[in-house]
């Protein structure tokens, strides 16, 4: 099977950046992996479409600035999602999902950190960080290297490869964009993905999938 490995540039993407208005400047990378694969073949994504890409992993790291007048410079966050149907199958014809979300905030944060950074996770998701139903604070990893962009904390792994491998069997095209505003991303390789929490009601690993996004963020 004959298969290429893509190297993906930087992709302008057409989400607009957010406005931030009074609630500060903030900017940073970015990584999120989901279920499905977000850059595949028509024949992956029927089958897909329906049953997977319930879950996800969203991850942040301030560079520098503040939210809601709290600075958050150095701070990480990460949100596990958890979705009633495909977090993307309204760009493809579907209703939104209805989402759940355990999120991580920095140990090195102040209580009012703490809740500045999972407001602005729920700003720049557009709500899919939206109904939180645990908080956990905890060390967070996020490392960005050459080739591999790598998060983790309690419950939680992603080590994504820069280059992506895709089999062109099927064809290939990007069907879907970050479930998070962002200046710019890139499609990656979710070599490792799994959540590993309870609060959520469930648990997954998802490896070795062409579903992540890397990248910059600025509010």
């Known amino acids: 099977m004959t298969r290429l490995t893509l190297i993906f540039t930087l992709i302008s993407l ?8 009074d609630k500060g400047t903030i900017s940073g990378a970015y990584l999120e992996a989901r279920t499905a694969e977000v850059f595949a ?5 029927n089958s897909e479409a329906g049953t997977a890409g319930r879950h996800a992993i969203l991850a942040w790291k301030i560079d520098q600035g503040s939210f809601n007048g709290i600075a958050l410079d150095g701070l990480s966050v990460v949100a596990a999602i958890a979705a009633d149907r495909n977090l993307g199958i309204n760009e493809i014809g579907g209703d939104y999902a209805q989402t759940k979300a355990a999120v991580y905030v920095d140990t090195q944060a102040t209580s009012a950190q703490q809740n500045a950074l999972i407001a602005m996770a729920t700003e720049l ?54 479930l998070s505003s962002v200046n710019q991303a890139t499609i990656g390789m979710a070599k490792r993905h799994m959540f590993t929490g309870s609060s959520l009601g469930t648990k997954w690993s998802d490896p070795d999938k062409r579903s992540a996004f890397f990248g910059a963020f600025s509010y």
Not at 41 to 45: E, M, N, P
Not at 134 to 140: D, E, G, N, S
Not at 143 to 157: F, N, Q, Y
Request: charged residues 15%; proline residues 6%; hydrophobic residues 40%.
């Open 41 to 45: 073949g028509g024949c992956v994504i």
């Open 14 to 21: 057409a989400v607009s950046p957010l406005t931030a208005g």
């Open 125 to 178: 998701s557009g709500g899919i960080v939206g109904t939180v139903v645990k908080v956990t604070p905890a060390p967070i990893v996020f490392t960005d290297t050459a080739h591999r962009v790598r998060v983790s904390t309690s419950d939680i792994a992603l080590d994504v490869n820069k280059h992506l491998e895709h089999d062109l069997s099927c064809g290939g095209m990007q069907w879907f964009q970050p």
